[in-house]
Each structure stands twice: as structure tokens, then as C-alpha cells.
């Protein structure tokens, strides 16, 4: 049977369910540091479900729809073990930010592998997952933010005010 994409879109779109797990798996760690290392359980609390649950569900999961509704399957590519220590919350934020960066860059590749291949279909779901994803280069890059206003490791006050900052409403927008 005909494909309805292109193979090389495929393997495009199972990268960026890759890329929604890993970041998962990056939150869920980083927010277990936080919460342990340096008793941010406010933040754990807030981000935990609000944030970093939301990359299986709202990211790979509407990936891997778009991959079903064109009939082809999704592989689930490995992902790597986490077992990152921190100096600091800050050294998370930036780390998830790096990972948000190098995400973007897959997603546009995607989007512009699936143009060269005459998935024009796959390309306009990307365009509108790109959507979902600014929201959550929005809330990295507020977090970047505002843990570079950290003085003199008051994560305390960091944890108390985190759901101020927390701008994540799923993507719906």
C-alpha cells in the first residue's frame, strides 16, 4: 500500500514524538531535583501536571495523530536515560530552554521536509502544531527570565510566586 505521506516525513514526525518524550522525561527529572534538592515543591506541584505532563499528551500524542490520521504508524524512538544533577534551578531552565531550541529546529525541519516531498497535508498541521509549541518555547524562555532575577538563591520566593508566571494554558489558543 501507497504511503500517504512521504517516508522521509515520517521519520521527520516520529523525531518530533522523540523530542516530546524527551522533554518529558527532562521535566520529570529536573522537577524531582527541584523539588528535593532545593524544596520546590510549589513548583513541582504547578509544573508537574501543568507543564511537563502536557509533552505526551498535547505534543507527541497530537504528532502521532497526525501520523494516524494518514495511515502510517509512528515509531517510538528511544529515549536517553536522565539522571542530571543541577547546581541551581537556573541550570535547568536553561537547560530546558537549549532542548526547546533545538526542538524548534527540528520542527521547522520537518515542516520543510514535508514541503519538499509534496506532504502540503503534514506541512499545514505542522504550521498549526507550531502554534502549541510557541507556548511552550513562551513558558522556557519566561522561565529563563525569571530565574536570572533570582538574588542571592532565593528559590523560595521563586517557588512561592511560580504560578504568577506559569503561562501554559495547553496550547488552545
Same mark, same amino acid.
Given at each position: 500500500?501507497?504511503?500517504?505521506?512521504?517516508?522521509?516525513? @515520517?521519520? $521527520?514526525? #516520529?523525531?518530533?514524538?522523540? /523530542?516530546?518524550?524527551?522533554? @518529558?522525561?527532562?521535566? #520529570?527529572?529536573?522537577?524531582?531535583? *527541584?523539588?528535593?534538592?532545593?524544596?520546590?515543591?510549589?513548583?513541582?506541584?504547578?509544573? &508537574?501536571?501543568?507543564?511537563? &505532563? *502536557?509533552? +505526551?499528551?498535547?505534543?507527541?500524542?497530537?504528532?502521532?495523530?497526525?501520523?494516524? $490520521?494518514? %495511515?502510517?504508524?509512528?515509531?517510538?524512538? +528511544?529515549?536517553?536515560?536522565?539522571?542530571?544533577?543541577? =547546581?541551581? +534551578?537556573?541550570?535547568?531552565?536553561?537547560? =530546558?530552554?537549549?532542548? &526547546?531550541?533545538?526542538?524548534? %529546529?527540528?520542527?521547522?525541519?520537518?515542516?520543510?521536509?514535508? =514541503?519538499? &516531498?509534496?506532504?502540503? =497535508?503534514?506541512?499545514?498541521?505542522?504550521?498549526?502544531?507550531?502554534?502549541?509549541?510557541?507556548?511552550?518555547?513562551? /513558558?522556557?524562555?519566561? *522561565?529563563?527570565?525569571?530565574? %536570572?532575577?533570582?538574588?542571592?538563591?532565593?528559590?523560595?520566593?521563586?517557588?512561592?510566586?511560580? #504560578?504568577?508566571?506559569?503561562?501554559?494554558?495547553?496550547? #488552545?489558543?
Amino acid at each position: 500500500m501507497k504511503l500517504l505521506i512521504s517516508e522521509e516525513t @515520517n521519520e $521527520m514526525l #516520529d523525531k518530533l514524538v522523540q /523530542q516530546g518524550f524527551i522533554l @518529558n522525561r527532562i521535566w #520529570d527529572r529536573g522537577l524531582s531535583v *527541584l523539588n528535593v534538592k532545593y524544596a520546590m515543591n510549589n513548583f513541582e506541584k504547578i509544573f &508537574h501536571e501543568g507543564f511537563a &505532563h *502536557l509533552f +505526551p499528551i498535547a505534543w507527541s500524542d497530537t504528532i502521532s495523530n497526525i501520523q494516524s $490520521m494518514y %495511515n502510517v504508524t509512528t515509531k517510538y524512538l +528511544p529515549t536517553p536515560l536522565d539522571d542530571s544533577d543541577y =547546581n541551581s +534551578p537556573r541550570e535547568f531552565f536553561y537547560k =530546558n530552554l537549549k532542548y &526547546h531550541e533545538e526542538t524548534y %529546529n527540528i520542527l521547522v525541519q520537518a515542516i520543510k521536509v514535508a =514541503n519538499e &516531498h509534496g506532504d502540503y =497535508n503534514v506541512s499545514k498541521e505542522l504550521d498549526s502544531f507550531m502554534r502549541t509549541f510557541n507556548k511552550f518555547m513562551e /513558558q522556557s524562555i519566561l *522561565l529563563v527570565d525569571k530565574a %536570572n532575577t533570582v538574588k542571592n538563591d532565593d528559590w523560595f520566593t521563586f517557588d512561592y510566586m511560580c #504560578d504568577k508566571f506559569f503561562v501554559f494554558d495547553g496550547g #488552545d489558543d
